[in-house]
């Protein structure tokens, strides 16, 4: 059974940074392509990056582009979002998921149950 | 970018009622398309890929069809439990893009 346990959310103020973590089980890690997703409080959903089965390929949604990482660690079955520079428009549930294949195009058939971001002074 | 348009962004129906909901992609994505049912406070449910590809334990209740730009989710004989918001989302190209959502309220 994939289980996908994220971690790390929280309060910061605005200019803080935080770092997500996602603890995945039950699957082949490195052959998935995993992602973050994120719901403002009453908002739709909103694609914030991905990164390979490999772990060469990052792509970013341009809201985020240039203040969030997302990394990989095979060993420890983890996948990592550093998110620096956060603003109030940044607070959000954030998702970790597992997308359907190796590559970063890929929909997500497994998803954690969320961290809470809260950006606020 | 890729932008995805879903119709309409809410819906009041009753049980047993069918409902349509659709998708329209900025521009040819094939069938690069996914349906996700979101209950408030839970995760999303991945329902269908591939455009019309029914994941396993899906209801067959649920169907979608479409490719290139115009997609759509139908909810045959709608049951208590599908009472959510719908999204579609393409894997095309990345940026990743999700459709703004469809909520299915009781009528």
């Known amino acids: 059974e994939v289980q996908l346990l994220e971690s790390g959310g929280g309060l910061v103020q605005p200019g803080g940074s935080l770092r997500l973590s996602c603890a995945a089980s039950?699957?082949?890690?490195?052959?998935?392509?995993m992602t973050w997703v994120r719901q403002a409080p009453g908002k739709g959903l909103e694609w914030v990056s991905v990164?390979?089965?490999?772990?060469?390929?990052?792509y970013y949604a341009d809201s985020v582009k240039g203040r969030f990482t997302i990394s990989r660690d095979t060993s420890k079955h983890t996948v990592y979002l550093q998110m620096n520079s956060l603003r109030a428009e940044d607070t959000a549930t954030y998702y970790c998921?597992?997308?359907?294949?190796?590559?970063?195009?890929?929909?997500?058939?497994?998803w954690g149950q969320g961290t809470l971001v809260t950006v606020s002074s | 970018d890729i932008q995805m348009t879903q119709s309409p962004s809410s819906v009041s129906a009753s049980v047993g009622d069918r409902v349509t909901i659709t998708c329209r992609a900025s521009?040819?994505?094939?069938?690069?398309l996914a349906w996700y049912q979101q209950k408030p406070g839970i995760a999303p449910k991945l329902l269908i890929t591939?455009?019309?590809s029914l994941q396993t334990g899906v209801p067959s209740r649920f169907s979608g069809s479409g490719s290139a730009t115009d997609f759509t989710l139908t909810i045959n004989s709608l049951q208590p439990e599908d009472f959510a918001t719908y999204y579609c989302?393409?894997?095309?190209?990345?940026?990743?893009?999700f459709g703004g959502g469809t909520k299915v309220e009781i009528k």
């Open positions: 990164i390979g089965g490999s772990g060469g390929s990052t």
């Open positions: 521009q040819d994505i094939s069938i690069w």
């Open positions: 039950g699957f082949i890690f490195s052959s998935y392509a």
């Open positions: 591939s455009a019309s």
């Open positions: 989302q393409q894997a095309n190209s990345v940026p990743l893009t």
């Open positions: 998921a597992k997308g359907g294949g190796l590559t970063p195009s890929n929909w997500f058939d497994s």
